[in-house]
């Protein structure tokens, strides 16, 4: 789809709107709501994406999940990646699912729960709650990376060579005040997802 942004139709996320800064600031100022099983829950929220993205397909999917030295993590899905289009004037907008509330679970009571019982937010959660969070997506038709701190863009939506591949890729580094990740729990909770093979590593 090309064509001015504001005419393009809203499903999950508002199309017109980059960053909504009111939102993250709410967020930011109550993690224990938004992300009550801490790092656990963050990770929870970025497998989401991928298991709906899966389910859509309607086949199964396949999803790493990886801790780093610098205490970030990284999930790596091998879906379409991120919806990406071209505006009026040929440049790329991503959808901004990390900058931006997901209408479907921000406006109105909770209506989905992921597995570890706390009510689905959406990825905005997961950006809010990270000092820094990089979001690269791969499609048929380019790849592109961008960068956030607290869930604010701070770098432009920067294109790059794909590599016949596509999926998505979010790794970032949670706010250190949160609870971290108990591997065993973290693998029960995964298998929860119905369309996903998820393997859960140690990176180098």
């Known amino acids: 789809m090309t064509g001015p942004r504001d005419t393009w139709v809203n499903t999950t996320h ?69 919806d990406t289009r071209r505006d009026e004037h040929g440049r790329p907008v991503r959808k901004p699912v990390m900058a931006t509330k997901d209408l479907r679970f921000f406006d109105g009571p909770p209506a989905v729960y992921l597995p570890d019982g706390a009510p689905r937010r959406g990825m905005s959660v997961v950006a809010a709650l990270s000092e820094w969070l990089a979001h690269t997506n791969r499609r048929a038709d380019g790849a592109w990376t961008q960068r956030y701190e607290h869930g604010i863009p701070v770098t432009d939506l920067v294109g790059h060579p794909g590599d016949g591949t596509t999926g998505t890729t979010v790794r970032f580094r949670p706010d250190p005040a949160l609870t971290g990740v108990q591997a065993a729990d973290l693998r029960r909770m995964l298998s929860a997802f119905g369309h996903l093979e998820v393997d859960v590593r140690t990176a180098d």
């Open 14 to 82: 508002d199309w017109a709107a980059e960053v909504d800064l009111e939102h993250l600031e709410l967020v930011r100022r109550d993690p224990g709501r938004y992300a009550p099983g801490g790092v656990t829950h963050l990770v929870l929220e970025v497998v989401a994406y991928a298991d709906d993205e899966a389910e859509a397909a309607g086949r199964r999917g396949s999803c790493t999940v990886a801790s780093h030295p610098d205490g970030s993590v990284s999930v790596t899905d091998d879906g379409r990646g991120t």
